[in-house]
């Protein structure tokens, strides 16, 4: 439990942010979780200890940061997983699948599955890919009923 939290405040100080309870307690929830986190649910679970502002903010700088990166869902409700290592200040490595289960809608973070490099025509440089599967996750194809 310690160590656990030892490593997210290390994450802060590494990325020269402060450690504060808010910041602390929004990667001890996207660290705990095996899927992506929407905005509204950190709402719910951060209750007073960060308002809505608070969190945006927060949000917004781990994702410059490369702390976390945003995956959109089939709604367009923005979700935030953590970003493996290799991710910097304004540079996101996060090429891999993205999975939006259509039951549960829950967004996955497939980190195995990677993207492969895009050949662009000559001028077109790319600057960020996202790709994401619609489907059945593995808990929801277990509980169908059929
Ligand atoms: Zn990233
Ligand atoms: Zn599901
Ligand atoms: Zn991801």
Redesign the pocket.
Known sequence: MEKQEDKLAELLVQNGLKRTLPRLKVLDILSKRDSATSQPFLEKVMGSDADRVTLYRILQTFEEKGIIHKVLDGQGTANYALCTTGCSQHEHHDEHLHFN?R??Q?VYCLDAVRIPRIKTPPGFSVENISLTAVG??S??SDNKSE
């Open positions: 289960c039951n549960c829950r059945l996750c808990y929801c």
